[in-house]
Each structure stands twice: as C-alpha cells, then as structure tokens.
C-alpha cells in the first residue's frame, strides 16, 4: 500500500476518531471465522429482462389492436369518425405507456438487480411524457370527433362530456393529477421545489390514475361489450396496482418489522458528516452488497413520513449496518441528532454498484466527498484475488470519511491507496494523471461515486485512458 497522497506535502494522519464499525459488541473470532455467513444479492439475470421486454412488446400490440380493432369502416366515413378513431387508439396507448411507467418505478427486485434503480428511473423519465402527451391527444381528438359527429360547438360539446359520459369527470381530474406530476418533473421547474413537494405531487398520480381507470372500462369502445378485453385491461391494471403495493409497500414493511432496526450510534465521520450504526435481527439474511443503498425511513416524530436514500458505508456486520450521511438540508442534519434506540423502516437494498459488476478481476474504486461511502463498503464484498487501488478525493484528510478503515482494508490486500488532497486547481483527474496513478488501469473495472461533476470528469478520463464504457460503473446520489 502506497502511503495516501497528498498534493506534495508530507502525509498527515487522518484524526482519529473513536472506532465505530465493526461495532465492538462483534466478537472478533466471528469476525474471523466469518461464522457470520451473509445473503448476498442474487446475480444479474438478464433472462428476466429479456422475458419482461418481450411481454411488454406483446401487451404493445395487443393494446394497440383493440385500439385499432374498436373501429369499423362506417363509422370512420362518418362526421368526425378519423378523430374519433384516432383518439380511441391514443387512448390504449398513454394508458399502456402509463402502466408500464408506473411498472418500471414500482422496484421489482429481480428488474432492480439486473438494471439497477437509476436505470429504470431513467426509463421511467423516458416513457412518462409520452404517456401524458398521447393523454392530451385522446382528449383533444375525442373531442373534436365528437363536436364534429354531433354538430354542436366544441364548448357544448365538452359540457355534454363531462356532465352526461359516465367517468369523464373524474377522468379529468385525473389527468390534471398526472399533468402536474408531469409538468413539476421538468428538470427546470423540479429544480425549484423542495424534493418532498415533488413527491408529494407525484404520489397523487395513483389516484389520478385510478380516477381516469374507470371511464375506460365504463365508456371506452374496445371495453364496452367486450368482456374478453375488459378482463384483460383490469387485470392489466389491477396487476400493477398489485405489484406496486407488494414491492413499495408490502415487502419493505415485512422486512422493517423482520429486521427491527434501531439506531444504535451516531459518531462523527468528518466536519457535518455523521456515521450512523443500527443494531437489527437476522441482517444475515437480508439479501444486501457492499455498494447498495436503501430508503431510510427515522421512526421519529418530525422524520417518519420521509424516505431518503442512504448508501451502506459497510457490509453487514453480525447484527449491524452502517450509514455514513453528509449535512445537506433538513433531513440529513436531522439524523445527526438521532437518540439511540430510534426505530428504523426501510426499503431494498437496491442498486447495481456491486462486487458482481465487474468484467475484470482488478479495480479502481473512486470516489470523493461523501461519495466515498458506497466505496468503503464495496471493499468488503470484493474477492480475495481482486487486486484494489483505491483514489479518494477530498480537500484535506479529515474531509474523507472513514479513511482510517481505507488504509486498513486497502493494506490487509495489499492494494494501493492514494488520498488525493488539496484544492481542485492542483488535483487533476484527467486520463493522463489517472494514468500515471494507475498505469494497468485499462485493464481494470473502474467504480465511481461522488458528486455529478466529479463523476463526469472521472468517467470521462477512464474512457480516455482506455477503459471500456462496459468496464465503468457509477453511483449518482441523485435521481
Ligand atoms: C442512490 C443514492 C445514494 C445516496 N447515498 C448517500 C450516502 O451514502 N450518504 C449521503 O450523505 N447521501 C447520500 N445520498 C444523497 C442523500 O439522499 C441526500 O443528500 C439527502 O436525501 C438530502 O436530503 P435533505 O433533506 O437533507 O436535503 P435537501 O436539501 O432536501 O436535498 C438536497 C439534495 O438531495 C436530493 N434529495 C432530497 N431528498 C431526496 C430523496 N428522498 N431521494 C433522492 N434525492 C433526494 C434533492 O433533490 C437535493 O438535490 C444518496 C442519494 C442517492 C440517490
């Protein structure tokens, strides 16, 4: 292990802080015989990815035909009869495309494993607009055919909608709920607004979903008479209503109340950072790897209607994990102040930042800031035979939490460590310099996590100095 890094000056040591992982009431020969045996995370399997992508190309055209099947030749020749026509099969599509969007939010593990959250959420940002912009077309086109079949004005006509068509009042506000959950998303405007506020708002588009559910299987004309359909489309929805309260619900609660998590201990890790150990029943056998994070949910009076994402800062530890957490805003610094024995709910583990990423054997882990969390614990589940060189960024020493564990894991494999300290005109992380740091580092895997500008540069010097895009993988502590 080379000594840290740092910017030309002699090392200084990190400060020591009192030791809090392992935790001291593990008893060293567990740890040694590793009598503790953990569940880990199953592998990726893209099998189940091949499977959902073509049964969501088959419910595709099946949506798309009783769109399209709904028609006849007759009453396409009639006034109106193109919009009409068109705006039935919009309709199957933006509510198609609104199931799978919610299906691709709703954490199925299996998808999670193999595709990881920010993945899926990237799909998610992908799929919702089109769902809302064919929502806007049906509207606009039914009711244009429908103005034109009745030969009213467009103003009577969306008043004959509304107050004589069963559902379409609902409906309307539903699609105003799923509008605004659209329109506080845009990068611009989610930018603005506290990120419980988003949420807040994004959790009304269930019920802007139910509301609009029931003028589909009431009124529209692939449904009505066609009992076959009807079947298929509730059981469509009613499937991902099912799948979304087994897996954000359901199974995050068994798993709070199997695991009975508590706070243990809150330490300091580093200015505003805060280690945070939480004692539980049967950790063994919570499926979770060094690199994952989880929903954390402080059963305290001003946090519990919260969930905030938390990445582990080590594995499991017989009857313990840890929480490493950076002051940011409200939540964050609140958990600096938490009372040992505070209840604990939580969701996943999710993530794909794991052990079972590589395509090598040999890594670069990176990581800088709080970033340097996921890192620590990845280093735990890493085999024996993986030779490790590890780069953490920070502006001095004491700003990199829990280094001491880095150079003391880093030098049990007789890996490299390079604390790089000092402000950034004088640390550069270009292909060169990674180069000179890491000369093999073509022929490693490269794991980052830090803040999104950081990321960037780090992914793109790899890139430069010869690693394939397959061989990097990022955590961004951002969705
Ligand atoms: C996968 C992942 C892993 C993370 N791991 C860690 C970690 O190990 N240690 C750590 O200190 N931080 C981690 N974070 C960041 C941490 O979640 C945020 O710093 C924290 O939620 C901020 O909340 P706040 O109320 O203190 O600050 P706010 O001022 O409310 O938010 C600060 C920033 O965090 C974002 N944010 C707030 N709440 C959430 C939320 N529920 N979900 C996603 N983003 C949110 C906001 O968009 C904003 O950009 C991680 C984030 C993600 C996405």
Redesign the pocket.
């Known amino acids: 292990m080379t000594a840290p890094h740092l910017s030309q000056q002699p090392p200084p040591k990190p400060p020591v802080r009192p030791r809090d992982w392992p935790p001291p009431s593990v008893p060293p020969s567990s740890r040694r015989t590793g009598r503790v045996r953990r569940r880990l995370p199953a592998r990726r399997r893209p099998l189940v990815v091949d499977a959902l992508a073509a049964a969501t190309g088959l419910g595709l055209g099946i949506s798309l035909a009783l769109g399209i099947g709904a028609q006849t030749v007759s009453a396409l020749h009639a006034p109106g009869g193109v919009a009409t026509a068109l705006g039935r099969v919009t309709g199957m599509l933006s509510g198609y495309a609104m199931v799978i969007t919610v299906l691709l939010s709703a954490r199925i593990p299996p998808l999670e494993r193999a595709l990881g959250q920010d993945r899926l959420i990237v799909w998610h940002r992908r799929i919702a607009p089109w769902g809302l912009y064919l929502l806007l077309a049906h509207a606009v086109l039914i009711t244009v055919g429908y103005t034109r079949a009745a030969k009213t004005g467009i103003l009577a006509e969306i008043g004959q909608l509304l107050w004589t068509y069963s559902g379409i009042l609902s409906a309307t506000v539903g699609s105003a709920l799923l509008l605004a959950a659209g329109v506080t998303s845009y990068r611009r405007a989610r930018s603005r607004m506290?990120?419980e506020t988003w949420w807040a708002v994004h959790l009304y588009t269930y019920l802007g979903l139910g509301l609009s559910f029931v003028h589909q299987v009431d009124t529209g004309a692939p449904f009505v008479g066609h009992s076959l359909a009807t079947a298929w489309w509730t059981s469509l929805w009613v499937g991902a209503l099912t799948v979304v309260l087994v897996f954000r619900v359901g199974l995050p609660l068994w798993r709070s109340v199997r695991h009975d998590l508590r706070v243990a201990k809150v330490s300091s890790a580093g200015p505003d950072t805060w280690s945070i150990v939480l004692s539980g029943r049967h950790l063994e056998r919570l499926p979770t790897a060094g690199g994952q994070?989880m929903m954390w949910r402080f059963l305290r009076r001003e946090l519990w209607w919260?969930?905030?994402?938390?990445?582990l800062?080590a594995a499991p530890e017989a009857g313990h994990l840890r929480?490493?957490?950076?002051e940011?805003?409200?939540?964050?610094?609140a958990l600096s102040r938490l009372a040992p024995g505070t209840r604990v709910a939580f969701e996943g583990p999710y993530?794909v930042f794991t052990a079972d990423a590589r395509q090598s054997r040999n890594v670069l882990l990176v990581g800088a800031g709080?970033g340097t969390?996921?890192i620590r614990a990845l280093l735990d589940d890493l085999p024996r035979d993986t030779h490790v060189v590890v780069l953490l960024r920070g502006r001095r020493s004491e700003d990199i939490a829990h280094l001491d564990e880095f150079e003391r894991l880093v030098g049990k494999r007789r890996g490299r460590l390079h604390a790089l300290t000092g402000p950034r005109e004088t640390v550069r992380l270009d292909a060169p310099s990674l180069h000179t740091l890491v000369p093999d580092i073509a022929g490693r895997d490269v794991f980052v996590c830090g803040p999104d500008e950081f990321t960037r540069t780090v992914v793109a010097a790899a890139r430069d100095a010869g690693v394939p895009a397959r061989h990097i993988h990022h955590?961004?502590?951002?969705?």
């Open positions: 506290k990120y994070f919260q969930a905030h994402p938390y990445s800062s929480i490493t957490v950076k940011l805003g409200d939540h964050s610094t993530g709080v969390t996921p955590e961004d502590f951002a969705f």
